[in-house]
């Protein structure tokens, strides 16, 4: 059990490294900025697309909530694809 621990906690530092190699090659801001730009250019619109997938195989196996799911996705996507947006209004709004 523990070589799984291990093997796992590396491929989280591995994965990490390869998602934001800006971290080790900058100062705090550009790194949090790059992180924001992975954040809602990404990683948001990526899991808003898989949340769709989803949905959709739950509506097309007929579970019985699956308008539920559905609305939570669109919703989930308009978050997503519009994080950029949010983000600019939130700091343009604070400054």
Known sequence: MKRNETFLLLAFIIGVGIIFPDIS?????????GIK?????????????IG??????SFFTGNPNAKQHICY???????????QGIVDFISQTVR
Do not use: D, R, W
Request: proline share 3%; charged share 5%.
């Open 25 to 33: 090659y900058a100062g705090l801001e550009t790194s949090l900025m």
């Open 52 to 57: 769709i997938a989803i949905a959709g195989i």
């Open 37 to 49: 730009s992975k954040l809602t250019g990404v990683i948001l619109p990526l899991l808003s697309v």
């Open 73 to 83: 996705s669109i919703i989930g996507c308009m978050i997503g694809f519009g994080a």
